[in-house]
Every structure is written in structure tokens, then in C-alpha cells.
């Protein structure tokens, strides 16, 4: 019976916190509660007016708190990679090509504009790779239109529209998908670019296995 009420007083607890405008970090650090239970308790908890205002800075607080962590984040990785090696770019670009790339010629499809300007840009960068030498194709569903998705990822690969391959049409409709469709690039007779990339894959593959 004690251990009952004992938890009755700690819910008792959480919920006249939270009504009188303490956050679930604050209510979690004063009771020694857990925040996953202290959430499940304080969800549904109507904060008094005169609090809520307060209530709500603290969550405008932690958000400034997160957004300056990340930008934080942010300086010190652009720090790390203010000039990439040769090496480094061919790492990206290998890692990139593991996780998406075609294991028969040298392509790589994929939805992610930031993702296809990235490795786009590598190429461009490490293996000298001059424009006439990429096809790039797009595929899309029924429902989108065509111009608008080729438009979008001729300003992404910065390769004219009119240089691209082909655009192939699914049936369907784009739910869940991105609205602009999947870019597909490949380089023509990248082969010897492939047999590097697969080959640094390979290397890593035989590093992990030894260290595990």
C-alpha cells in the first residue's frame, strides 16, 4: 500500500508541475523520474494560463540551445573539411558509390538532389571528368510533370536539359516519393573509374573484417 502511494504522490507531483508551467527535463531532474515517465503523465496535463507563457520560453530556449549546437556542429565539420585531399574526395565518392551506385557500369541513381550534386561534383573535381561524358536520365511517374522534373535536374548536375538521355514514365503516382522523380547519372566508358572504386570498397570491406 505505501509503495502505491508513494507513486500516487509522484504523479500528484508531475502533474502540478507541469500545470504550473515546469518543462519535462526540469520535472524529470527535480522528481529523479525518468522523462519517458514523466511524459506519459504530463502529456495531457492543461498548463494554467498564467503559466503557459513561461512554459513556453523554455521551449523557445531549448530550441535556440539546439539550433546553436548545431551550427556549432556545423563550423566545426567545415573546419575539417576546408580543403579535401585527393584521397578524401576518392573515400566520399567510393562511399557514395557503395551505398547507391550500380555494381555493372559506372552509374548511380537516386532522389536526393544534394546527394547527385554532391557526387557529381566530386567527379568533376577528382577525375577531371569533362560534361560531354555524363548521361544523365531521370525517371519519374505519370503524374509529375516531365519538363518540370528534367528542368529541376539540369540545375542540380548543371548539364544542360537538352543533353539528357531519355526520361522514363512509370505508371503510378508519386506518393511518398520525391515530386521531382530519380535522377539516374552515369559516366560513359567509366570502367576504369569503376574498377577503382570497387577496388577501394574491397580494401575496406578486408579492413572491417580484420578489426572484427
Do not use: H
Not at 492543461?46 to 556549432?72: A, C, D, H, M
Not at 573546419?79 to 573515400?91: A, N, S
Not at 557500369?105 to 566530386?122: A, R, Y
Not at 516531365?146 to 522514363?168: L, R
Request: aromatic letters at 8%.
Amino acid at each position: 500500500m505505501g509503495k502505491k502511494r508513494t507513486q500516487t504522490n509522484l504523479i500528484n507531483k508531475i502533474i502540478e508541475l507541469r500545470s504550473t508551467g515546469y518543462s519535462v527535463p526540469e520535472i524529470s531532474k527535480l522528481t529523479g523520474i525518468p522523462k519517458t515517465t514523466v511524459f506519459r503523465y504530463a502529456r495531457n496535463v492543461k498548463v494554467l494560463p498564467q503559466f503557459i507563457q513561461l512554459l513556453i520560453s523554455k521551449r523557445g530556449g531549448s530550441l535556440f540551445k539546439k539550433t546553436e549546437k548545431e551550427n556549432k556542429a556545423i563550423e566545426e565539420a567545415r573546419e575539417i573539411f576546408k580543403v579535401l585531399t585527393y584521397r578524401e574526395k576518392l573515400l566520399i565518392i567510393s562511399s557514395l558509390y557503395w551505398a547507391e551506385g550500380n555494381k555493372k557500369d559506372f552509374s548511380l541513381s537516386n532522389t536526393d538532389p544534394m546527394l547527385i550534386k554532391v557526387f557529381i561534383s566530386l567527379l568533376r573535381d577528382t577525375f577531371k571528368i569533362d560534361d560531354d561524358k555524363f548521361r544523365i536520365s531521370v525517371r519519374i511517374y505519370e503524374d509529375l510533370d516531365k519538363n518540370e522534373c528534367v528542368n529541376f535536374w539540369a540545375k542540380v548536375t548543371n548539364i544542360p536539359a537538352d543533353k539528357f538521355i531519355g526520361v522514363n514514365v512509370l505508371s503510378g503516382k508519386k506518393k511518398g516519393k520525391l515530386k521531382y522523380g530519380m535522377c539516374r547519372l552515369r559516366v560513359a566508358k567509366g570502367g576504369d573509374i569503376l574498377k577503382k572504386v570497387v577496388g577501394i570498397n574491397k580494401i575496406i570491406q578486408e579492413i572491417s573484417q580484420v578489426s572484427l
